[in-house]
């Protein structure tokens, strides 16, 4: 079972930030937190990961609470092409278990 | 230079058959996965695979098997299909879980399979 709680849905206006939370209140130390999209009928493509600290790739920036019980993904300026599913995972070792994830739609 | 392919993209086949679906992976990785996703869209892991070890979702029938010719493949192949198989089938790879931890998984766009 997946070890994540994210919202359903959100919607995020073109050319704004889209905050994307998750919830994983029951992270263990050595777990990392993934994030991944999957646009209508492709597959699932990596986006960032981290285990502790903040990180920033040239996609998106993903911040994690000191506690490390919560995370957030920012799409810093949100475009249509964004619209997907975002999946966050928490996952040592390699197997990796998908939730159902946010439907994110960027509204024009 | 597709990272990771399947063939085919699309199949349809009658109830009871046999069939295969084939991944390749050019990166290098030494780990490979089959993940489903049914109508609902949720995906679940299938299989992990690597040189030493296959690890199979015990939810799995048995009709599902993967083979690996070798490191850059993994098939799967499904006897006597049944109507509740059809779904998207997603291969992927990973670099070996080493001592720099995580390794991020790559995804092939997907088999849509439908049994009639």
């Known amino acids: 079972d997946a070890k994540t709680t994210q919202p359903t849905s959100m919607d995020c206006a073109e050319g704004r930030a889209a905050n994307l939370p998750c919830n994983h209140s029951t992270i263990s130390g050595n777990e990392y937190v993934y994030w991944y999209r999957q646009i209508h009928s492709q597959g699932p493509q990596y986006i960032i990961h981290?285990?502790?600290n903040n990180e920033t790739n040239e996609m998106a920036s993903l911040i994690i609470t000191e506690d490390r019980k919560s995370s957030t993904l920012i799409l810093p300026h949100a475009t249509l092409r964004d619209t997907a599913v975002y999946y966050c995972?928490?996952?040592?070792?390699?197997?990796?278990?998908f939730g159902p994830g946010t439907r994110l739609s960027v509204l024009p | 230079d597709t990272a990771v392919s399947q063939t085919p993209k699309y199949l349809v086949t009658q109830m009871g058959n046999d069939k295969s679906i084939k991944c390749e992976q050019n990166?290098?990785?030494?780990?490979m996965y089959w993940y489903k996703q049914d109508s609902k869209k949720f995906l679940k892991i299938m299989f992990s695979?690597?040189?030493?070890?296959?690890?199979i979702n015990e939810t799995v029938p048995n009709r599902f098997s993967p083979k690996s010719p070798d490191k850059a493949h993994l098939n799967l192949h499904i006897n006597s299909l049944e109507l509740g198989d059809s779904a998207v089938y997603f291969c992927?790879?990973?670099?070996?879980?080493?001592?720099?931890?995580?390794?991020?998984?790559?995804f092939g766009q997907g088999t849509r399979l439908t049994v009639v």
């Open positions: 992927a790879s990973s670099q070996d879980w080493g001592p720099k931890g995580a390794s991020e998984a790559f």
């Open positions: 995972i928490v996952q040592y070792g390699q197997n990796f278990v």
């Open positions: 990166l290098g990785h030494d780990t």
């Open positions: 695979y690597n040189n030493k070890e296959l690890i």
């Open positions: 981290g285990l502790k």
